[in-house]
């Protein structure tokens, strides 16, 4: 089955700066890299995703790359602020059904950005 | 926050019981899904349903059981037999891969703690 590995487990940033957070898959089917965001208590949100036949997509100051070679992809947040703090998650599905894919999840890393 | 619902917030619970979760939702999706969370791992599939009166284990189903009697309905129950079953449970639903919209949306969550 599918494996995702997520880097860092914590990152902690001054605002303003760039943060990065890396994830590796393992099953190259996979195609669709959703990555969620969880504020504390909350329920996990979408924030951005891609799909395998795109290698970069951005979304404002949120920016997610492909390496479907290396079977790796990365979430960019440029110019955080204290609100980007949160738990981020990545996650890989096999689309190539009709029906259910399995979303298979990283560990998670814990986002602080610092005033 | 409308469209999946969960309740109860927060569950306590003594030892020995069953504990049933709710999991609704309005946005005619026919898959459904069950999450457990814990800290400082991601998110793992308990169980999954892509249709009424239909559904499947996903990695972690020892202990629990579902039903899926409507559409809006996915509830989860905490068995006896689930020996760590203290966790943050989230429900989510999606529309199937043939319709090429794969986000999965997430319910509030539920906390259960077992004494």
């Known amino acids: 089955g599918e494996n995702v590995e997520q880097h860092p487990s914590t990152l902690s940033v001054q605002e303003g700066d760039s943060a990065v957070i890396k994830c590796t898959y393992s099953?190259?089917?996979?195609?669709?890299f959703p990555w969620y965001k969880q504020e504390l208590g909350k329920r996990p949100q979408l924030i951005i995703d891609?799909?395998?036949?795109?290698g970069e997509k951005k979304d404002q100051r949120i920016a997610v790359t492909l390496n479907k070679t290396a079977k790796h992809f990365s979430l960019h947040i440029t110019e955080t602020q204290p609100e980007d703090s949160a738990v981020y998650f990545c996650a890989a599905l096999f689309a190539g059904g009709t029906s259910y894919g399995k979303l298979t999840f990283g560990q998670g890393t814990i986002l602080t950005v610092h005033p | 926050d409308g469209g999946i619902t969960q309740s109860p917030k927060y569950l306590f619970r003594k030892e020995g019981q069953n504990v049933t979760l709710s999991c609704e939702q309005n946005l005619n999706h026919d898959a459904m899904y069950w999450y457990r969370q814990d800290p400082g791992q991601g998110l793992r599939l308990i169980y999954y349903?892509?249709?009424?009166?239909?559904?499947q284990k996903g990695d972690i189903a020892e202990g629990y059981s579902v039903s899926r009697e409507k559409k809006e309905s996915f509830p989860l129950t905490v068995t006896s037999a689930q020996k760590n079953p203290t966790a943050f449970y989230l429900c989510?639903?999606?529309?199937?891969?043939?319709?090429?919209?794969?986000?999965?949306?997430f319910g509030p969550g539920t906390r259960l703690t077992v004494t």
């Open positions: 349903s892509q249709i009424v009166n239909d559904f």
């Open positions: 099953d190259s089917a996979s195609n669709y």
């Open positions: 989510a639903s999606s529309t199937l891969l043939r319709d090429r919209n794969y986000e999965q949306y």
């Open positions: 891609i799909r395998s036949n795109v």
